[in-house]
């Protein structure tokens, strides 16, 4: 064995011992009470008293590069300082461009920078009857996930109802997972409209504008679509109890429908709005009411939500200033941190104030995503023969998620004024230590790209 994380609590999606766990290479070979390093008396000893061992997080849903303040550098060392092993970015399809064109350019924006494992799902922007063929290619090639959009229509993401069910089809048929962006566009610009002509234009008025009835519309749409093409979908960015009473009464009726919801819906509710800083809480969808918020909470502790995931998108304090320099919420670019602080937030505010199990932590920051995005058992878990992708958390650490300590290039965070109990102290990445509780340690460069495939017969 190279290393031996001795004496360690080990939290998996379905139980919780007290063991040891010995590392070879790049996986888990040996689980166990008092293993020694007999056999290689080089083996590193890292001393887990009092800690927990989780798997590390899967991150399905960052924006890392294109547009982003941070790039996949910056984006995955912010990742692996809050326990996050692996993510799943947006290849963006690139106009005049395939999927798979669009992928080879997202793989080479990434695969010199990214410091913890990564893969992509494929975001369809142009839809062409040969786009919709590429599908078929894409699953059987390793690449099993997708993104439409139902909004953002001015930013050239949108795809109509037609289309949306034309890759539902080739998804259902070729056993593919479709995430959906689920608001209704058109609500959107009306209520934008109608909000300007009213001189109601600051960002107090941002949560107004993006309704909640535009994403709960949204989301019967996306699950009737769904229902007549058997597509598996995975609804991103739950943000409404209204929204997640949809998404039950679906599953209720068989429907193969998922749900995400993400750190800053669990924290913040659209007061932040009426902050002398509330354009760093813009983002899509928008906060929401604290009903919503505790609504957020209980889905992920009975397992209606599957998932939590960052939807990390970051944007300089400059840039977003200038809609407040313009009064024009309009002009204030969508997005938050968020990639990590996934594992702290779910630790400290939901499994140290009891709002969810420990196991139920670990199921929705890796088991599920895992086994949802065809990454398990290599990923998501703890075993024997699995990547050596852990966490240990000092139950008693306490951090304050200041820029500094998320280690991005953002330059603030909407967290700033959250101090965590409870905090990662050493994260690894297939055997290597990424973050020693202070610094990141792994090197650009040294993630691998992850080709995936997904159980016909997803239950979790």
């Known amino acids: 064995m190279d290393s031996i994380i001795k004496n360690g609590t080990i939290a998996t999606d379905s139980e919780i011992f007290h063991a040891d766990i010995g590392i070879e290479g790049e996986v888990i070979s040996h689980i166990g009470r008092n293993l020694t390093a007999s056999s290689n008396a080089g083996a590193k000893i890292i001393d887990a008293t009092g800690k927990i061992v989780v798997p590390g997080a899967i991150d399905g849903h960052t924006h890392f590069g294109y547009v982003s303040t941070d790039d996949f550098d910056s984006g995955t060392r912010a990742a692996s300082s809050g326990g996050t092993t692996t993510i799943i970015n947006f290849a963006r399809h690139i106009e005049g461009m395939s999927l798979a064109q669009s992928l080879e350019q997202f793989r080479k924006m990434a695969e010199s920078k990214a410091v913890i494992d990564y893969s992509a799902h494929s975001y369809i922007r142009f839809p062409r009857p040969e786009i919709f063929d590429e599908i078929e290619k894409l699953v059987a090639s390793g690449n099993p996930t997708f993104k439409v959009a139902m909004t953002h229509r001015k930013e050239g993401f949108m795809l109509d109802d037609g289309a949306i069910l034309s890759v539902m089809k080739k998804v259902a048929q ?18 934008e409209q109608l909000l300007l002509s009213e001189e109601k234009r600051s960002v107090n008025y941002f949560g107004e504008s993006r309704p ?21 979908i995975y609804v991103v960015h739950l943000s409404t109890k209204i929204g997640a009473d949809a998404i039950s009464d679906a599953v209720h009726r068989s429907l193969k429908v998922f749900a995400e919801t993400c750190p800053h819906f669990l924290m913040f509710t659209d007061e932040a709005y009426s902050r002398p800083d509330g354009e760093f809480f813009v983002m ?57 602080v996934i594992i702290p937030i779910l630790y400290s505010e939901g499994v140290a104030k009891g709002r969810l199990s420990l196991m139920r932590m670990v199921q929705v920051t890796s088991y599920n995503p895992a086994r949802l ?18 966490v240990i ?45 202070e610094n990141v340690l792994g090197k650009p460069g040294r993630g691998i790209f992850q080709m995936r495939r997904i159980s016909p017969e997803i239950s979790i």
């Open 373 to 390: 995005f065809g990454l398990y058992p290599r990923k998501g878990t703890i075993a024997v023969g699995s990547d050596a992708d852990l």
């Open 174 to 191: 070729f056993g593919g997972l479709l995430g959906i962006h689920c608001e209704n566009n058109s609500i959107i610009e009306h209520t």
């Open 284 to 340: 899509t969808p928008p906060l929401r009411k604290k009903e919503d918020r505790e609504a957020l909470w209980e889905g992920l502790s009975n397992g209606r939500i599957k998932t939590v995931a960052s939807d990390h998108a970051t944007f300089s304090s400059e840039k977003k200033r200038e809609g407040r320099r313009q009064n024009d919420f309009t002009k204030i670019p969508h997005g938050v941190t968020g990639t990590g």
């Open 393 to 437: 958390i000092d139950p008693s650490k306490k951090v304050q998620l200041t820029p500094e300590n998320l280690h991005s290039n953002l330059d603030h965070s909407i967290y700033d004024e959250i101090t965590c109990h409870g905090f990662p102290t050493m994260t690894i990445s297939r055997g290597e230590v990424v973050f020693d509780g």
């Open 212 to 232: 909640i009835v535009a994403e709960v519309e949204a989301i019967r749409r996306a699950l009737t679509l769904a229902q007549f093409t058997g597509a598996s």
